[in-house]
């Protein structure tokens, strides 16, 4: 093989092409957060992991899941969230 020429990338090896697709088909592994949360987040957890018997990792995955999945609705897809209890229908508003 010649040397490159001046402004030319050198060739990438195949062990590093290999090793770039070895990782990118790799799940993503979890990322850990530090987060400050106020008293009503708390109770929000304690009630998910004593109705729920789960972690308080599984709790926070799940409130997190229910927000994500009520804020892509109204906000991305401008969909309308009601929560109807009986004959009592109400919107949820997302400021």
């Known amino acids: 093989m010649s040397a490159p020429t001046r402004g030319t990338p ?7 092409d290999q090793q770039k697709s070895a990782s990118a088909s790799r799940p993503e592994q979890p990322k850990r957060i530090n987060v ?48 109807r209890n009986g004959d009592n229908v109400r919107e949820v508003v997302l400021l």
């Not at 050198?10 to 590093?16: E, F, T, V």
């Not at 009630?47 to 018997?53: G, K, S």
């Open 10 to 16: 050198p060739a990438r090896s195949q062990a590093s």
């Open 36 to 83: 400050a949360v106020t008293p009503e987040v708390v109770q929000a957890l304690q009630a998910v992991i004593d109705a729920e018997q789960v972690s308080l990792t599984e709790a926070v995955r799940r409130l997190i899941s229910y927000g994500d999945f009520v804020y892509r609705a109204v906000k991305q897809d401008g969909a309308e969230v009601l929560l």
